[in-house]
């Protein structure tokens, strides 16, 4: 399986961006997908996630509110809306898949990682 991340750029604080996952080799409806970021010298962390067929949905604390995890499986892609975008949002953002049946946070549920695509909030 494949996973490419796209939509990744430089934001205005406040300003939005949409970040795509688009995947082949495996149906994304069927997985569990995430998305994680990690900033410069900090861990990756988990930032939103949604179980198969779209059933449920997870966010970080420091998100919600903010960003919107959706799929168009379709185009077999999932997408993270971010919105109200902060500096402390610059990180390189990641998506995962993993066949586990809930939104996990867990980085080592996930066994498909893409590149990453970076995002910087900066005036």
């Known amino acids: 399986m494949q996973l490419v991340e796209s939509g990744g750029g430089l934001v205005q604080p406040g300003g939005s961006l949409r970040l795509s996952c688009a995947a082949s080799?495996?149906?994304?409806?069927?997985?569990?997908v995430g998305w994680f970021r990690q900033a410069p010298g900090k861990e990756r962390e988990f930032v939103a996630a949604v179980t198969r067929f779209g059933g449920s949905t997870a966010y970080a604390d420091s998100v919600k509110g903010r960003f919107t995890i959706s799929t168009s499986y379709a185009k077999n892609t999932v997408y993270l809306q971010m919105n109200s975008l902060k500096p402390e949002d610059t990180a390189v953002y990641y998506c995962?898949?993993?066949?586990?049946?809930?939104?996990?946070?867990?980085?080592?549920?996930?066994?498909?990682w893409g590149q990453g695509t970076q995002v910087t909030v900066s005036s």
């Open positions: 995962a898949t993993t066949l586990e049946a809930s939104p996990s946070r867990v980085q080592a549920a996930y066994d498909y």
């Open positions: 080799g495996r149906t994304l409806s069927r997985s569990t």
